[in-house]
């Protein structure tokens, strides 16, 4: 089958960094997005790795080591607006024919 | 600016109802994607279409059919709605990213 795990829930305090980590499993692999989510929001499209490495945009930086089936979002400068939830998504398809297989979503909730 | 809007952004419906939830974008995007999306189950996907009048199985097709007559517009149909389908809809497109319209929060007495 087909699976991408993501923590459910994280905690952290404004300015602090924090990390949410995402594997998968999927029988094709054409890259690793991340998504943000507000509460009564649509999601928004945060970054994309289709090589191995990291990409930074930001406050925020996107990893990807496929030899591992892994990758993870680095959110620093923690601040209040940051709370939403955040979902990993694997392509599993190239070009424009690909669609995305999305994990369950990490809630992260930013303290003061 | 890229926009992507739904018919609705609140609905309710009787179970049996026949139900219609419209999606329109104009990015001229081939891609165009129906999720639904349940707390702790993350979006799970119902239908896509690469192009006009083509469609593809997502992983949850059962009780839903789309029509995709315009490249603009994407319809997911509820045939018969059910209880078990209340729900947030969110309809997509695709070009690398997707873009997602504000959804549709369906509820289904």
């Known amino acids: 089958g087909q699976s991408l795990e993501q923590p459910s829930e994280v905690t952290a305090v404004e300015g602090a960094i924090v990390q949410i980590n995402c594997t998968y499993q999927?029988?094709?692999?054409?890259?690793l997005s991340w998504y943000q989510q507000h509460d009564g929001g649509a999601p928004t499209f945060l970054s994309y790795n289709g090589l191995d490495g990291l990409e930074e945009t930001g406050r925020f930086s996107s990893f990807l080591s496929r030899s591992d089936s892994y990758g993870y979002l680095l959110l620093q400068e923690l601040q209040m607006k940051d709370s939403a939830s955040y979902f990993c998504a694997v392509r599993d398809g190239s070009g424009n024919t690909g669609k995305l297989i999305f994990g369950q979503g990490t809630t992260l909730q930013v303290k003061p | 600016d890229v926009k992507v809007t739904q018919s609705s952004r609140y609905l309710v419906k009787r179970t049996g109802e026949k139900v219609f939830l419209e999606c329109v974008q104009d990015?001229?995007?081939?891609?165009m994607f129906w999720y639904r999306q349940d707390p702790g189950l993350g979006l799970r996907l119902i239908y896509f279409?690469?192009?006009?009048?083509?469609?593809e199985k997502g992983d949850i097709p059962e009780g839903y059919s789309v029509s995709r007559e315009k490249k603009e517009r994407f319809s997911l149909i509820l045939e018969s709605a059910s209880t078990n389908q209340t729900s947030m809809y969110l309809c997509?497109?695709?070009?690398?990213?997707?873009?997602f319209g504000p959804g549709t929060r369906l509820t289904v007495l």
């Open positions: 999927t029988s094709g692999f054409y890259g």
């Open positions: 990015m001229d995007h081939e891609n």
């Open positions: 997509a497109t695709q070009r690398d990213e997707q873009f």
């Open positions: 279409s690469y192009d006009v009048k083509m469609k």
